[in-house]
T-cell receptor, first 110, second 109 residues
Framework: SQTIHQWPATLVQPVGSPLSLECTVE??????LYWYRQAAGRGLQLLFY??????ISSEVPQNLSASRPQDRQFILSSKKLLLSDSGFYLC?????????FGSGTRLTVV | GENVEQHPSTLSVQEGDSAVIKCTYS??????FPWYKQELGKRPQLIID?????GEKKDQRIAVTLNKTAKHFSLHITETQPEDSAVYFC????????FGTGTRLKVLA
């Protein structure tokens, strides 16, 4: 069966520090992969999606970037975090229809 | 750009009553409409979905209806229970989904 792993679960980072969140999927090949952000008490905002290795589409211009170095690995990065980057970051994968979300990373920028 | 509107933002019902959450979408190319339930501090979980070639789908106490002409779809929960209390999100899209802003459902015992 397919599983999705996301880490770390929580992260507290100072303003201006770098960020790296990792997501991996097991049990499938060539999945569509997604990064969403959820601000406190808000909806889910699509940040990036990828339909294959090295293929990244950005939905919202900001100081975040994404990379897909391997088929089942999706990484969210930032060179310098802003206070507004705080939120609940969710990785998701999709076979054809529907998402399965990872357990999420709660990022607090202080 | 694509947009999904969801109403109401909060909904309180008595246990045993029905709850209805409504969404509208803007992208006419959307062909898949999932609904997610999110409990506090947890990831969203898919509870039901519908594709554009179907007008209605039911799974026990949960049903979803779709009106493609009007670009509306709705979630219906019957015989609500306290464990139904959560935030519910609708979404619409093809291979990527735009989410509504969520409905906080409270089922009062």
């Amino acid at each position: 069966s397919q599983t999705i792993h996301q880490w770390p679960a929580t992260l507290v980072q100072p303003v201006g520090s770098p960020l790296s969140l990792e997501c991996t999927v097991e049990g499938t090949s060539n999945p569509n992969l997604y990064w969403y952000r959820q601000a406190a008490g808000r909806g889910l905002q699509l940040l990036f999606y990828s339909v294959g290795i090295g293929q990244i589409s950005s939905e919202v211009p900001q100081n975040l970037s994404a990379s897909r170095p391997q088929d089942r690995q999706f990484i969210l990065s930032s060179k310098k975090l802003l206070l507004s980057d705080s939120g609940f970051y969710l990785c998701a994968w999709s076979p054809v229809y529907g998402y399965t979300f990872g357990s999420g990373t709660r990022l607090t920028v202080v | 750009g694509e947009n999904v509107e969801q109403h109401p933002s909060t909904l309180s019902v008595q246990e045993g009553d029905s709850a209805v959450i409504k969404c509208t979408y803007s992208d006419s190319a959307s062909n898949y409409f999932p609904w997610y339930k999110q409990e506090l501090g947890k990831r969203p979980q898919l509870i039901i979905d519908i594709r554009s070639n179907v007008g209605e789908k039911k799974d026990q106490r949960i049903a979803v209806t779709l009106n493609k002409t009007a670009k509306h779809f709705s979630l219906h929960i019957t015989e609500t229970q306290p464990e139904d209390s959560a935030v519910y999100f609708c979404a619409a899209g093809t291979y990527k989904y735009i989410f509504g802003t969520g409905t906080r459902l409270k089922v009062l015992a």
